[in-house]
Nanobody, 118 residues
Framework: QVQLVESGGGLVQAGGSLPLSCAASGSIDGFNTMGWFRRAPGSQRELVAFVSSTGGTNYADSVKGRFTISRDNAKNTAVLQMSSLKPEDTALYYC????????????WGQGTQVTVSS
């Protein structure tokens, strides 16, 4: 099992920037992804972005060009740099680890709140 610890988040004005960090520990090997999901009040959880252990990235259309995800495999950390933030980015953000090969159960962080004021 992999444990995830998130840091960052908070309150920021629209147009501002905020980094989110996720540190993973435990059984991390093989081909896998680390990423971020979010859940806004009254909405379902949605993918924000993920990065694979080989460096490939994927972003939700709503954050393309504004958010950048990066990863340090040596430290087992992933960072989501959020820029040009909008009020609609307000949500609880969750770090996610997913083993692909070999397959295994996904792990989730506790969540960190991001609030963007207009």
């Amino acid at each position: 099992q992999v444990q995830l610890v998130e840091s960052g988040g908070g309150l920021v004005q629209a147009g501002g920037s905020l980094p989110l960090s996720c540190a993973a520990s435990g059984s991390i090997d093989g081909f896998n992804t680390m990423g971020w999901f979010r859940r806004a009040p009254g909405s379902q959880r949605e993918l924000v972005a993920f990065v694979s252990s080989t460096g490939g990235t994927n972003y939700a259309d709503s954050v393309k060009g504004r958010f950048t995800i990066s990863r340090d495999n040596a430290k087992n950390t992933a960072v989501l740099q959020m820029s040009s933030l909008k009020p609609e980015d307000t949500a609880l953000y969750y770090c996610n680890y997913r083993p692909i090969s070999p397959p295994g159960p996904a792990s989730w962080g506790q969540g960190t709140q991001v609030t963007v004021s207009s």
